[in-house]
């Protein structure tokens, strides 16, 4: 059970499907897990309780819809608020049937993927969003290859909109397919590289059995491969991300340095990307280590940045910010939330934690400081002399957790201060955010 109270405004931070307005949201998971032979399944339904307070989403600041955040047009389903009354939904959560058939398995599941070694911010995916329904096949276990270590899976899946985007039946759902790749060098086995890459589109808009199935390994730059759309001849019904990740870990101790870059959209071709790589970009790095003050204590030191804006990165004046399109309009999201870095399109953030960690008992220090949509501020305040309403949070919290015999428990408590909330001048918002979440683990 978990169990969020929001004073001022919806904040959330990787709750899965699990959207925290302002006031009382309570989440209950349920479930069991087991194995038969081969098979291996994790039922794992969720449901929540949202209070659902009334609060400012700035409905009245564009022509966006109205629950919806109002500085990215029509153009990504990114929700600020579910709608003005207390809502019960009920979630598969992290449920997920597996048939292992050495060396390969094949999985049937709703869990989130979380792609990458960032930790409060991947960029491709994260816990941010409800997982999505998908199929997966891939390896059950790394490969062991002459050059190194090898993973491998596909994913087909849907993802939804949300019902507070538009009105439109035909484009509710959008097709969603991935490939992940892992691997871990012989020469250098602290090291391990990650490739991704993720395509979707409107249903609508799929055709071809084998061609859309397949996308992945294909279609790596912008095609004459055209398709009515809306009216319109174009090939851009598809969008996709693609990142790397590096996760460097010190056989010696537990220095950890990791990164991920991501690219969208479809470069027009291999010398467009080379010389223009930085376009429709983002990129995540991090830093760990535990500082050991005996044999069952020790300190626990994270900071990780995010930049996700793109607006200094584009030659051409226009550009869509990350995780939109102009075609597939609800963007890389999934009911409603994105599907990557919790913190939105066109954000920069920095995560720092500090924890002392001893016996089974955790204390953690976090400050995070985000600065949102910064593609919406740096075209629009153009004018230095003119007001430069930054949208800037600081947050500052404590966090405990334990465990008591069967029990699991995890208390938090924080304050955060906006400054220029969604771009109003002098507008500052204190929100005092806290959280319980307690474990009950019935196997013996």
């Not at 429709?280 to 069952?296: E, H, L, R």
């Not at 404590?398 to 408590?413: H, M, P, T, V, W």
């Amino acid at each position: 059970m978990n169990t969020v109270h929001n004073t001022k405004y919806a904040k959330a931070i990787n709750d899965g499907p699990a959207w925290q307005g302002r006031g009382l949201n309570t989440t209950i998971g349920f479930g069991f897990s087991g194995k038969i032979g081969r098979l291996t399944y994790v039922i794992n339904p969720m449901v929540q309780y949202a209070q659902n307070k009334d609060f400012y989403t700035g409905a009245d600041l564009t022509n966006s819809p109205e629950y919806q955040y109002p500085y990215f047009g029509n153009f990504i389903d990114y929700v600020i608020r579910y709608g003005d009354e207390p809502y019960f939904r009920l979630f598969p959560g992290q449920s997920e049937i597996s048939l292992d058939l050495k060396p390969i398995e094949v999985a049937l599941s709703t869990q989130n993927m979380i792609w990458g070694p960032g930790i409060y911010n991947p960029i491709i995916l994260s816990m941010n969003a409800p997982g999505i329904p998908h199929l997966k096949v891939g390896t059950s276990e790394p490969l062991e290859t002459s050059i190194g270590k090898l993973t491998a899976n596909i994913y087909w899946g849907l993802l939804e909109e949300s019902g507070y985007f538009n009105n439109d039946p035909d484009d509710n759902r959008r097709y969603f397919s991935a490939i992940n790749i892992g691997y871990r060098p012989s020469f250098w086995e602290e090291m391990t590289i990650g490739i991704h890459r993720t395509f979707y589109t409107q249903t609508q808009y799929a055709q071809d059995f084998f061609y859309d199935g397949f996308i992945t390994f294909s279609q790596f730059f912008s095609e004459s491969n055209d398709r009515l759309v809306n009216g319109k001849l174009t090939n851009d019904y598809y969008d996709q991300n693609i990142s790397i990740t590096f996760d460097w870990k010190d056989d010696n101790s537990d220095f950890n340095i990791y990164a991920e870059w991501l690219r969208a959209d479809f470069a027009g071709g291999f010398v467009a990307l080379v010389e223009q790589y930085e376009r429709q970009s983002a990129y995540m790095y991090g830093v760990a280590n535990n500082f050991y003050i005996a044999t069952d204590s020790f300190i626990r030191f994270n900071y990780e940045h995010v930049s996700l804006a793109n607006w200094h990165r584009d030659s051409f004046g226009f550009f869509w910010p990350l995780y939109s399109h102009g075609v597939n309009i609800q963007g890389h999201t999934n009911n409603g939330q994105v599907l990557g870095a919790f913190v939105g399109p066109g954000a920069q953030a920095d995560m720092l934690n500090v924890a002392y960690v001893w016996d089974k008992n955790v204390i953690t220090f976090e400050y995070q400081r985000a600065r949102y949509n910064d593609d919406y501020f740096y075209t629009t305040f153009t004018n230095i002399n003119g007001p430069t309403p930054q949208d800037i949070e600081h947050q500052l919290g404590l966090r405990f957790q334990s465990e008591f015999k069967k029990l699991d428990y995890n208390i938090g408590a924080f304050i955060a201060v906006r400054d220029n909330y969604l771009f109003q001048d002098e507008t500052v918002w204190v929100n005092y955010h806290s959280n319980i979440t307690l474990r009950y683990n019935f196997k013996n």
